[in-house]
């Protein structure tokens, strides 16, 4: 068993601690600090510094990890390796070179491809129907370290950015563990990563949820289980926010063709907007204020939405 100091925050790091609990002795956890949360917004521990207290594991929640005092509190706890999991926070050289096996990282992507801080979202988002995760040695660059060993995962055609997260971290998790081991050993040598290949992406924000009528309804399809669940997109019907859940393309006919886009049609039963390439139907809707609600029963309660323009 090795002496393992884990950082991780969210719920996709919540597998590979547990994972590590059940294997190895891991001396303590680093996650970010509380947040507000909910209605009430109430401070809120992370996913990671529950289950680190419920095994009775110490948890450090520094603001930044730049201190002496903090590198100095991790040194004390003389891990073998820093095990990192969506963790949050930028590495320096003081805290990569602190154990004797480095920091290695469970990425979700299959790097170099999907460097940053959302690269499940930026793989759905982009069309790619292959993803994975990555066991990585960490240096100071983004994501850019040696690979120890990746495994793939397909992205199906209705995956959301929630459903894909939560089976990269148990894939993640058992590749860790499988991997730790042999790396430990020395008898895996990380791979050093093709420049070549490397495309990187952003931090989400809440206004990444935004919904461009413009884009071909294809991109619009990707972009709404691209951001679900979090920031959600969203558009905009009289001045009221409307997030849209879920969608699906629909061929476009004739008159159809001529609507500007953001245009509001039916077709059958099925509520459409019209996008700047085909159109989209509105399976799942959630005005402000009120519950999730099909397309259709919006349509049914806003007299005007049909021929009406979303976005406005």
Same mark, same amino acid.
């Given at each position: 068993m090795a002496r393992i100091v884990f950082?991780?925050?969210? %719920?996709f790091a919540v597998p590979s601690l547990r994972a590590l609990l059940s294997h190895h002795d891991v001396v303590a956890v680093v996650t970010q600090p509380d947040a507000p949360a909910g209605r009430g917004r109430a401070p809120t521990p992370p996913p990671v510094k529950v289950l680190a207290i419920e095994h009775g594991v110490p948890v450090l929640q520094p603001e930044s990890l730049k201190s002496v005092e903090v590198v100095d509190q991790l040194r004390a706890y003389a891990p073998e390796v820093i095990i990192v999991a969506a963790f949050g926070q930028i590495l320096r050289r003081p805290v990569l070179d602190l154990p004797p096996h480095g920091c290695v990282n469970v990425h979700a992507s299959l790097l170099p491809r999907w460097r940053g801080a959302s690269?499940?979202?930026? &793989?759905?988002? /982009?069309g790619d129907t292959m993803t994975g995760v990555t066991i990585m040695q960490m240096d100071t660059g983004l994501d850019s370290g040696p690979i120890v060993s990746q495994r793939s995962e !397909?992205? +199906?055609?209705?995956?959301? &950015?929630?459903?894909? =997260? &939560? +089976?990269l971290a148990e894939l993640g998790a058992e590749l860790l563990i499988e991997? *730790? !081991?042999?790396?430990?050993?020395? =008898?895996? +040598?990380?791979?050093?990563? #093709? %420049? /070549?290949? /490397?495309?990187?992406?952003? *931090?989400l924000k809440? %206004?990444?949820? +935004?919904? #461009?009528?413009q884009r071909s309804a294809l991109e619009i399809e990707r972009h709404i289980r691209a951001v679900s669940p979090w920031p959600s997109a969203f558009t905009h019907w009289e001045g009221r926010l409307v997030r849209v859940l879920r969608a699906a393309v629909r061929e476009v006919s004739a008159p159809q063709l001529e609507l500007p886009a953001g245009t509001v049609f039916t077709t059958g039963r099925a509520v459409c907007v019209r996008c700047g390439e085909g159109a989209l139907e509105l399976i799942e809707v959630q005005p402000e204020g009120k519950r999730s609600m099909s397309g259709a029963d919006f349509a049914r309660g806003q007299r005007r939405l049909i021929g009406g323009r979303l976005g406005s």
């Amino acid at each position: 068993m090795a002496r393992i100091v884990f950082m991780g925050t969210p %719920e996709f790091a919540v597998p590979s601690l547990r994972a590590l609990l059940s294997h190895h002795d891991v001396v303590a956890v680093v996650t970010q600090p509380d947040a507000p949360a909910g209605r009430g917004r109430a401070p809120t521990p992370p996913p990671v510094k529950v289950l680190a207290i419920e095994h009775g594991v110490p948890v450090l929640q520094p603001e930044s990890l730049k201190s002496v005092e903090v590198v100095d509190q991790l040194r004390a706890y003389a891990p073998e390796v820093i095990i990192v999991a969506a963790f949050g926070q930028i590495l320096r050289r003081p805290v990569l070179d602190l154990p004797p096996h480095g920091c290695v990282n469970v990425h979700a992507s299959l790097l170099p491809r999907w460097r940053g801080a959302s690269p499940i979202s930026a &793989a759905i988002a /982009a069309g790619d129907t292959m993803t994975g995760v990555t066991i990585m040695q960490m240096d100071t660059g983004l994501d850019s370290g040696p690979i120890v060993s990746q495994r793939s995962e !397909p992205i +199906r055609p209705d995956d959301t &950015a929630g459903t894909l =997260s &939560a +089976r990269l971290a148990e894939l993640g998790a058992e590749l860790l563990i499988e991997t *730790l !081991p042999a790396y430990l050993a020395g =008898s895996i +040598r990380p791979q050093p990563q #093709d %420049e /070549a290949q /490397a495309t990187k992406c952003g *931090l989400l924000k809440k %206004e990444d949820g +935004r919904i #461009d009528w413009q884009r071909s309804a294809l991109e619009i399809e990707r972009h709404i289980r691209a951001v679900s669940p979090w920031p959600s997109a969203f558009t905009h019907w009289e001045g009221r926010l409307v997030r849209v859940l879920r969608a699906a393309v629909r061929e476009v006919s004739a008159p159809q063709l001529e609507l500007p886009a953001g245009t509001v049609f039916t077709t059958g039963r099925a509520v459409c907007v019209r996008c700047g390439e085909g159109a989209l139907e509105l399976i799942e809707v959630q005005p402000e204020g009120k519950r999730s609600m099909s397309g259709a029963d919006f349509a049914r309660g806003q007299r005007r939405l049909i021929g009406g323009r979303l976005g406005s």
